[in-house]
């Protein structure tokens, strides 16, 4: 059986599925990737010798580069993709299940920022543990959810 697994953006306006073995999920440090996933580095899955098939929608693509272009949702702005000629990589936080994904490899460690090593050990809370959060409990989430949908959004 081959395996698949499934993704989106935050606002559901794009989803994609992936069949079969996806290559190496790693972590970029390099500042461009930093930019492009507004975060300290980007966490990526190479789609290798799968198939990647837009379910719902497809990404608007920005050329970040003359090599490469990065993909996301148009609607909401969650990044989606990396484009090179090598192939196309997925961002691991967008599929419906990230935790299927270790990363083996930090690549562009000459970007990575002084702190990202010690984020692990930082003081550990909940989200409701913050005071200053208390309005969180009333929380309803407008973001799709972790599987495919008939209708989205709900009627
Ligand atoms: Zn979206
Ligand atoms: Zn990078």
Same mark, same amino acid.
Request: glycine fraction near 10%; hydrophobic fraction near 35%.
């Given at each position: 059986?081959?395996?698949?697994?499934?993704?989106?953006?935050?606002?559901?306006?794009?989803?994609?599925?992936?069949?079969?073995a996806?290559g190496?999920?790693?972590?970029?440090?390099?500042?461009?990737?930093?930019?492009?996933? @507004?975060?300290?580095?980007? +966490? !990526?899955?190479?789609?290798?010798?799968?198939?990647?098939?837009?379910?719902? &929608? $497809?990404?608007? /693509?920005?050329?970040?580069?003359?090599?490469?272009?990065?993909?996301?949702? @148009?609607?909401?702005?969650? +990044? !989606?993709?990396?484009e090179?000629?090598?192939?196309?990589?997925?961002?691991? &936080? $967008?599929?419906? /299940?990230?935790?299927?994904?270790?990363?083996?490899?930090?690549?562009?460690?000459?970007?990575?920022?002084?702190?990202?090593?010690?984020?692990?050990?930082?003081?550990?809370?909940?989200?409701?543990?913050?005071?200053?959060?208390?309005?969180?409990?009333?929380?309803?989430?407008?973001?799709?959810?972790?599987?495919?949908?008939?209708?989205?959004?709900?009627?």
């Open positions: 059986m081959t395996e698949t697994h499934s993704g989106g953006c935050q606002c559901g306006a794009v989803r994609f599925r992936v069949d079969g996806l190496d999920a790693s972590v970029c440090h390099c500042r461009m990737c930093q930019k492009a996933f @507004g975060g300290f580095y980007a +966490p !990526l899955v190479s789609v290798g010798k799968a198939t990647l098939t837009w379910t719902r &929608g $497809a990404p608007k /693509r920005f050329q970040s580069s003359n090599i490469v272009a990065r993909g996301f949702c @148009g609607d909401c702005g969650t +990044p !989606l993709t990396y090179a000629p090598d192939g196309i990589a997925l961002a691991i &936080g $967008a599929f419906d /299940r990230p935790q299927d994904f270790t990363p083996v490899v930090q690549w562009g460690v000459e970007g990575k920022l002084p702190y990202t090593d010690r984020v692990h050990a930082l003081p550990e809370q909940h989200t409701l543990a913050d005071p200053n959060a208390a309005f969180l409990v009333n929380v309803i989430s407008n973001q799709h959810p972790d599987h495919d949908t008939e209708i989205w959004p709900p009627p």
